[in-house]
Each structure stands twice: as structure tokens, then as C-alpha cells.
């Protein structure tokens, strides 16, 4: 039902320690958002996709259609940044409405493309992690790096709950439509709402059920979860190290010459 | 074509370019590598106090009924669905409910922001919406101030002995209102090329009004029917998570 979690246990990179891939996808992630530049995310942008679609095994067409997931968003607050209502026209073009000026200069284009190309990047960070590492191992990282225990237990039944509603809900909407449940719009409004009342109380009643379980299984305050763990390989150790230290200094050497 | 029927049409196109991006647009999550680094370090030390109460206080619950952790999963599972299915809205586009202010309503503002933080983590790895460096403004947006809006306006609503239906719909459609209001505020904060704050908040606000505005009514509406419904049906639960208290 979620793409994401499918195609991430399908991923040739899974077997790969978590912790790697966590590391490589955060600090290359702070690296590009840090530095801003063009250049920076163009590297990163296609290094991550080489790896995900390459190494990673996610068929390409999945991947460019999930790079396309934000771009609503994307495209919305970059007009916005871009263009301006002022009285007096700016460089680049101005369209007269009335007295006004819809307008737009030099400075804020290059300013949107930067920004564009950087979230663009950022977002195949993103995805290098979630497309290669199911959601289980990074909440394994989170709980090594010494995040609450409560909350990676928390985090961890959700997750499971998740799922077990997801497909309670389905087919309960499945059901509504082939009933007509969605024949107008106050009826489809009428259906959603049933449907998520329903969905709460049925969640309340598998959390009692699920409770009883635990309780007769000796249930005393903490999970215990088997994980499964790969040994880090020096190897991808040292790629990552080489990889990240050469962007640094190619921010920070671009940042001495301009 | 004469020069005015040209610009008319390109008028028309653009609308229908606009509107057709509307299918797509989910919830306003900041998306990922969009604020600058300072920025994301500081909304996250703005949610800090807020989710540290949240964690007392659910604590607190944990500590006098274990089976409160179970509930609470259970609810952050609840909203992340509801959040991530799509609902029927006007235009035949999909969009998604927040969710958060019933959640509010229904949980309270302090375990909202946990699991609010944790379901937005969750959507970012999972659904693609928000990201790991904008977690901490899209906690604030989400997860802290809309549902606080959400749960005081509910508060005042029923001390004012405002009907029940309305209140509800109020605090939800508020919620998602003042929602959208704070995250444009955090984008005009970090992208205001050339105009003032104040210039960028307007634009941003009208850029994303034609989608969140509708929105929020819609999720007002559903919320409103939800609690009706779980009215009629829930009671002895709605009674176990305290929503309820006047034992009718």
C-alpha cells in the first residue's frame, strides 16, 4: 500500500549496514543545503540517483516519478519567491497590470533556480534512504544513537499499526464505493467521515486485543525486538569519507575563489 | 490574434496551468532542502520546550496505565492514515486532511506533539512529504501550533457553551487555517529575495490560499462528521481517552 516501504525491501541495498546509508544520506544532505550552490547539488543529485537507480535496484521510471511527488509545492512557493507586484518594472520582464507591474529581476531567478536545485538534491537524499533502507533498521539507528526508548517504541508500534489500518481502511472505502458511497460529492463526504470513525473504533478494539496478547506474553513495559544486523563494510566506510571530504572541500574551495 | 486576445489567453492558460497543478497538492509540508540550514536548527529549538512537555506528560500517563502506550500508537497510526488518505474534495483533485486537529480534540495538544513529530518523520520517509531537515519547522506548523489553536479554541468554544458541532468545526478548520498561516510565515522568514518580510508573507499566503483555504473548510466538515459519528457509536472509548467526561 505505500510504494516507498515496497520498493525499499525490494532494494539490492538493503544488506547494507544502516548505519552507512543513514550517515551517507544525512551528511551529504546537511552538506547540500549548507552550501547552496548549483554545482554542489548537480554532483549530488546525480550521485544519489546513479546509486539508487544503479546500485539500488528502483526501476527509473518509479524514481523520476517520485522526484515529481513535491513539485506541486515546488512550484507554487517559487513563483511566489519569483515574481513581485510592484509599481516600478525590475530587470528581467514585467507584465503591466493597471498601474502595477507583475515583475521579476536577475537576482530572483537565479536566487529560485538556486533553490530549486538545492531541494531538488536534497530531496534525492531523501530518497536514497528510504528507498534503500526499510523502516525497522533506521529506527534501530535512531534507538543506537540514543534517542528516548519511549519514543522508538512508540515509533515502532506505529509502524506496525500503521499497516493494520491501512488495510482496514481499504477495505472499508472499497466497500463504500461499491455501494455507490461515492455517487456525490456530500454522499463521498458522508462516506469519509463513517469511514474514519469507523477506522478509530476498530483501532481501539485491536489495541485492547493487541494489549491482551502482550499482557499473556509476559508484556512488562519494554519491547524486545530481534534485529537484524549486517557488519559495516570498510569498504562503503571509506567511499563515504572520500565522497563527503571532497564536497567539503569543493564548497569550501569554491567559497575561497568566488 | 490581436495583442489583447493574446494576452487573454495567455491569462486563461496560466489559470488553467495553475489550477491543473492543483490535482497534486497535498498538505503544506515544507519540503526537503527548501530553508536554509540556520533556519531549520531554529525552528527546532523553537519545538524543543513544546515536545518536552508532550513527553512529561505522556510519561506521566504511561507511568500510571501501561495499556495508555498501546492507545497512544494506535492514535499516531490513526492519524498518519487519516493524513495520508485522500479526500473528496471540490475541484476532483486529491488532497489531504492534517489531521492534527482532531487529534487535538480528541488526544490533547501535549501527546499531538509527539506523535505529530513522529507521523511527520513517517511521512517523509515513507510518503516523500516534508523531509528530514524541515522536520523542525514542520513540527512547529503541525504538530504544535495548529493543534494548540485547535485545542483552545475547542476549550473556549464549550466554556462559552457554544454548540458542540460548531466548536468542533471551528477548532478544526481554524487549526488547519492557522496551520498555513505559520508556515508561510516560516517560508517569507528564509526566501525574501527582493521585498520585505511582510511583501513575501502576502505572496506566499495568496500563492497557497486557492488550495488551503478550501481545505481547511472540507476538513472542518469531515471532522465535524467524524465526531458525530463516533458519538453515536464510541462512547465508552471516547469515555477512555477522556474526550467525554460528563457521563451521559
Known sequence: ?258 | MSHKQKRILAVISAFSLYFGLMPTASAMHIMEGYLPVGFCIAWGVVCLPFLAAGFMSIKKVLDENRKALILLAMSGAFIFVISSLKIPSVTGSCSHMTGTGLGAILFGPAAVSILGLIVLLFQAILLAHGGLTTIGANTFSMAIAGPLVSFGIYKLCSKCKVNKYVSVFLAACLGDLFTYCVTAVQLALSHHADTTIMGALGKFMLVFAPTQVPLAVIEGIITCMIIMALETYAKPELRSIGFMKEGR
Open chain 1, 1 to 258: 500500500m505505500i510504494t516507498i516501504d515496497k520498493l525499499c525491501y525490494n532494494s539490492k541495498l538493503r544488506y547494507v549496514n544502516a548505519g552507512e546509508k543513514f550517515a551517507f544520506a544525512v551528511i551529504t544532505l546537511l552538506l547540500c543545503v549548507m552550501s547552496r550552490s548549483i554545482a554542489v547539488a548537480c554532483i549530488v543529485l546525480a550521485v544519489t540517483g546513479i546509486l539508487t537507480v544503479y546500485r539500488g535496484g528502483i526501476p527509473f521510471f518509479r524514481y523520476i516519478h517520485f522526484m515529481s511527488v513535491p513539485l506541486a509545492f515546488l512550484i507554487l512557493s517559487t513563483l511566489a519567491i519569483m515574481f513581485n507586484l510592484s509599481h516600478t518594472p525590475l530587470d528581467l520582464f514585467a507584465i503591466p497590470v493597471g498601474t502595477w507591474y507583475i515583475t521579476s529581476s536577475w537576482e530572483s531567478f537565479f536566487y529560485a533556480v538556486q533553490l530549486i536545485l538545492t531541494a531538488l538534491a536534497s530531496v534525492s537524499c531523501l530518497y536514497f534512504l528510504s528507498f534503500n533502507t526499510p523502516m525497522p533498521d533506521i529506527m534501530n539507528v535512531l534507538g543506537k544513537m540514543h534517542c528516548p526508548k519511549l519514543l522508538v517504541e512508540l515509533m515502532m508500534l506505529i509502524y506496525r499499526f500503521i499497516f493494520v489500518l491501512l488495510s482496514v481502511s481499504s477495505a472499508i472505502t472499497q466497500s463504500q464505493h461499491s455501494r455507490l458511497g461515492n455517487k456525490d460529492y456530500k454522499t463521498s463526504l458522508k462516506s469519509f467521515g463513517a469511514m474514519a470513525s469507523v477506522l478509530l473504533l476498530r483501532s481501539f478494539k485491536r489495541a485492547n486485543v493487541l494489549y491482551d496478547a502482550m499482557e499473556s506474553r509476559c508484556y512488562d513495559g519494554t519491547l524486545h525486538v530481534l534485529n537484524e544486523n549486517y557488519p559495516p563494510s570498510r569498504k562503503h566506510i571509506w567511499a563515504i569519507i572520500i565522497f563527503d571530504t571532497l564536497l567539503l572541500l569543493f564548497i569550501i574551495g569554491k567559497g575561497i575563489f568566488l
